[in-house]
């Protein structure tokens, strides 16, 4: 499965972005399709999920900001990213399982500076 993310930028602080991510195949219901990211020097982390049955989670530091959505048609995963803060800078990372079996996408890199 190939996922093709993109929407990156450089940012100032307190601005938005939207982040996009289109998979080759379904990203419906029954699928764990997200976004993690990574900052440097630091582990990959989790900000925004759907789990396999439709619910969605948030990481703690993104709630209230961050916005999760999906286009199943067009198998295209969103995260509206908004009051972006500099410890919001990282790659951002799609996501794709079902079953056992995991996808990544290449990553869009995410800056938040003055």
């Known amino acids: 499965v190939q996922l093709q993310a993109s929407g990156g930028g450089l940012v100032q602080p307190g601005g938005s972005l939207r982040l996009s991510c289109v998979a080759s195949?379904?990203?419906?219901?029954?699928?764990?399709v997200g976004w993690y990211r990574q900052a440097p020097g630091k582990e990959r982390e989790l900000v925004a999920i759907f789990t396999r049955d439709g619910n969605t989670n948030y990481a703690d530091s993104v709630k209230g900001r961050f916005t999760i959505s999906r286009d199943i048609r067009a198998r295209t995963l969103y995260l509206q990213m908004n009051r972006l803060e500099p410890a919001d800078t990282a790659v951002y990372y799609c996501?794709?399982?079902?079953?056992?079996?995991?996808?990544w996408g290449q990553g869009t890199q995410v800056t938040v500076s003055s």
């Open positions: 195949r379904s990203i419906s219901t029954g699928h764990t």
């Open positions: 996501y794709r399982q079902i079953g056992s079996v995991a996808d």
